[in-house]
């Protein structure tokens, strides 16, 4: 079965808005065993809306369309649908109370717009969207279906998720047995990951196949089986098991678990504490840390160190450390987690000072050098350093990926072989 | 003229990759007065190639296709799209002579795919492309042009700014001018902004355009004017300006300016510091500020205060404060605000205490509740109170967005101009 995504939207013809849903309902869709046969982005006027109905329906029995559901007058989107599927718009009450509520719950008046956001097409089957105030819709033709959502990335995902992921699973049925299993790595590269694990992927079967998804300092290993038997389950697991053996030190997780959901339940799991001492990542690692749910279980807080000043003042970094070494040093990283550990009385204290760029290098600490150190229970504070690129917000997100990266092995003590499953 | 760009590759389909290309081209292509009809993502096969150059060629007197230039085994888009053309391959020296200049530059040996990116098409006119081995190709089809670029984005804006501009600023001549004006808005929703200008954008010409477009907490109102004469972009002017006077309290800035770029813009107007208390947010808010270049001009650091036992050693909130009220509470924030104002010795404190989510909420503080307060200079610390969504990241960026918006109105001085009606 194939699908054909369409978005709609001239902020995305014209450049203003990269078009993130596709992307994210394309894996979605993939993980549920439905090929994309092509995306579109089309203007939102209704002829360039009905012939891309018309065309999708010819090529695929999957449509799904995002964007154009808003509430102002430049969203035509629902009219044109409705025009393709002879629709006429009816008051939905459900969707009025939904929006009701949402207006007593911000204390604000409903528009004329907003009420006419509450007509729907009589002949869709309308799917509740608890993130906003314009629901999704399904439409059928024949065997075929076409799913309209919002364009705002987190409506859209909530309709996907809560109402149409289910009538999907439904619709493809068993005609395919789809397993994946997905080995979370950070610390080494794509290309050097591959060469150690070439020669296990060489012996998959046909039905196996093995993707390299690489991100800012870490890599997803995704082995994926397809088969018409169910058995393709234990053939996965069997391969992702000789590919574990081969990077285990490199594996800190499984099936998207994040670095920060693993650090909380790694330390969890030891009843610590944590705090970070920023400069160049300026709060971003407590950002993604406390990003987690519950992650007040351990994490107790964060001295964003920006200026020297502050540095001296609330972590004791001594000045003539900072006179002789400068702040992005060995010395100076060593000195912010001992004063992090000892003033906010954790278990483990990560400081972090580097040159985030794009100004601010020398020939001696170029854009991209960041120190990091980890004082941890049991042991001697270390300190690390990192060499990353020259983009300010991606060395930002590379020193927190390493740096959780590096703390995950030294929880999981990995001298020792750490298995989950 | 219009264009319609096809983006060639499975790895789009499949959510892989989010394309970026796409959004970067038309950007280019409308600023050049060009417009984009659409844009596909489609397989790199060579069925759905041939099939969507016939098809852009139908619409479109120009195509710009990127992606699946590179060596590796799975990409026949040159292949495909010569066979479009009714192309011969032939050996093309010069860019073997790039391709081998590169190759002794990193010392490596050239293999047999890198040579087969040396045949190109007879009738295809070469684009180098200085940043990687795979030029660029511009084919005629009467009046008509197809350019081919590869798909990694710095090799394809590369050859696009080196080759293509020129050639697209020949093309369109003066046919048409295209002007825009985005006014960035912050602390209305997108349906309270249009009931407030509806009025002036139905007096728009024909000529002149109105887009609403929105994110969490803030919409960008984008006017846009297309016509054959140049005085098009004092018309838009006119109008962005009719439309600000009427929106002005919500306008913050210009043409895709972000929240923490005015901030920044606006608080070294003042030559002031800054700092930040942040207890739900995690370290989000300084984050967001320390990602524009420079912030430490006036950013001083953050305290991360997750914890209570935080909250009251680093910032002095006084224990009582905690048992009686909260740590989600009025007077915490204040305190808070306080605390990080005297302790970090800045002219502006914010500080934020909230119930991001999912668990945590009560009755009477729901989850997406949040406090924060402002510590501003001449006045008494305020704190102000935020009713939010239930989604715990959300929240977060929600939170800090108005609480951005409300510091750039407190810097712009806008409470006093602030009109009711």
């Not at 065993?33 to 203007?43: F, K, N, T, W, Y």
């Not at 009450?93 to 204390?107: L, Q």
């Not at 089957?125 to 990335?153: D, R, Y």
Request: aromatic share 8%.
């Amino acid at each position: 079965m194939n699908a054909t995504i369409v978005t709609v939207g001239d902020e995305i013809l014209i450049g203003q808005v990269v078009d993130t849903n596709s992307a994210w309902l394309g894996s979605q869709l993939v993980s549920l065993g439905i090929d994309v046969a092509e995306i579109r982005s089309i203007s939102d006027k209704e002829e360039p809306i009905l012939e891309a109905i018309g065309t999708a329906f010819q090529q695929s029995a999957l449509v799904f369309m995002t964007g154009g559901l808003g509430p102002t007058k430049d969203d035509i989107t629902k009219k044109a649908i409705a025009k393709y599927f002879n629709a006429s718009m009816v008051f939905h009450e459900p969707t009025f109370e939904v929006i009701k509520a949402m207006f007593i719950r911000f204390n604000r008046t409903m528009s004329e717009s907003h009420m006419e956001q509450c007509y729907m097409p009589d002949n869709a089957v309308i799917l509740p969207n608890k993130m906003g105030t314009a629901p999704g819709m399904l439409f059928h033709q024949g065997e075929k279906m076409l799913f309209s959502m919002p364009g705002v990335p987190f409506e859209m995902k909530a309709i996907f998720e809560d109402n149409i992921k289910e009538i999907l699973i439904q619709k493809t049925g068993n005609t395919a047995f789809i397993h994946h299993r997905t080995l979370m790595t950070v610390g080494q590269g794509e290309t050097a990951l591959a060469d150690k694990i070439q020669y296990i992927v060489d012996t998959f079967p046909p039905q196996i196949s093995m993707a390299y998804l690489p991100s800012l300092g870490s890599v997803r290993l995704r082995i994926t089986g397809k088969s018409t038997s169910p058995s393709i389950k234990e053939e996965v697991e069997h391969y992702a098991s000789l590919v574990e053996k081969e990077v285990d030190y490199y594996v800190y997780g499984y099936d998207n678990e994040t670095l920060e959901a693993a650090v909380k339940r790694m330390i969890d799991q030891k009843k610590w504490t944590l705090a970070t001492a920023e400069s160049c990542t300026g709060g971003y690692l407590a950002h993604r840390l406390t990003s987690i749910p519950g992650s007040s279980s351990y994490f107790q807080g964060s001295i964003v160190s920006y200026s020297n000043t502050v540095k001296q003042n609330l972590l004791g970094v001594k000045a003539e450390t900072l006179a002789t070494f400068g702040a992005v040093s060995e010395e100076t990283v060593l000195e912010m987690a001992e004063g992090c550990k000892n003033r906010l009385h954790v278990d483990i204290a990560i400081s972090i000072s580097g040159i985030a760029g794009p100004d601010g290098g020398s020939p001696e600490k170029p854009v991209g050098t960041v120190w990091f150190a980890i004082a941890y229970p049991g042991e001697n504070t270390k300190a690390y350093k990192i060499t990353a690129s020259k983009d300010r917000l991606k060395n930002i997100e590379y020193a927190a990926n390493v740096i959780m990266g590096k703390l995950l092995r030294k929880l999981a003590a990995k001298e020792i072989s750490y298995r989950l499953s």
